[in-house]
């Protein structure tokens, strides 16, 4: 028997009805009973009784229904398996990162590899002042960014990483030995001209102080 031939005789041995089980396999009632008659010449019995009102499994049929139903399910199992080792295989995804990130990530990627140990992960660093170019131009699967993200064509998924902002200068900077500072001292400071996304200098590096005082800027970067 075919295997498709053999999933008709299990799906008729469960609806015990011709027009059901053409129309949850999509064949026509006609395939169905003409399977039925070529499993039944090559038995040498009849597996279903009918009559106009029911259709019944003979003792042969339920029989056969026991012995097949295991196999028939082990095959489909075998071959789903087969499958998803298939996808996962030759799944790559692309993660853009800017900096230190992937390290950063480390504990997401665990989870990743975790649920899908045949996909490869692979790392492209993208720079902060053009962070979204590569996934425009489908570098990139996804990039790993700061928030906030106001790009209309783009969609941002969930947050991964909480982390507090932090002021860095060198180490024989007066503020070096504080444990915090308001954001009032950086109108006392000159700080980098980041090339990035406006949004962003507005959440973490604004134009003026709480209190409106400019805040100077020099030395463009565009990259760490």
């Keep these: 028997m075919e295997l498709r031939d053999i ?6 041995a469960e609806e015990l009805h011709f027009g059901r089980t053409a129309e949850r396999l999509h064949v026509s009632v006609s395939r169905v009973s003409h399977v039925i008659r070529s499993q039944e010449t090559e038995i040498g019995a009849a597996l279903f009784t009918r009559s106009s009102r029911r259709v019944e499994l003979t003792p042969i049929g339920e029989q056969l229904r026991a012995g097949l139903r295991p196999a028939y399910d082990g095959i489909r199992r075998s071959i789903a398996d087969a499958s998803s080792v298939a996808r996962q295989t030759a799944e790559t995804i692309t993660i853009g990162v800017m900096g230190a990130q992937a390290h950063d990530l480390e504990p997401v990627l665990d989870a990743f590899r975790a649920s899908r140990p045949f996909a490869e992960v692979r790392f492209r660093e993208v720079t902060f002042s053009d962070p979204f170019g590569p996934l425009r131009r489908g570098e990139v699967d996804l990039v790993t960014a700061w928030l906030p993200v106001e790009e209309p064509d783009l969609a ?12 860095i200068v060198p180490s024989r900077h007066p503020l070096a030995r504080r444990d915090s500072v308001e954001l009032e001292v950086l109108g006392d400071l000159v700080v980098p001209a980041i090339a990035a996304p406006e949004p962003w200098m507005s959440a973490v590096l604004p134009h003026a102080t709480p209190s409106g005082r400019p805040i100077r800027r020099a030395h463009v970067v565009t990259t760490f």
Excluded: A
């Design 156 to 167: 941002v998924g969930s947050v991964l990483r909480d982390e507090p902002l932090n002021l």
């Design 7 to 12: 999933e008709i005789f299990l799906t008729l």
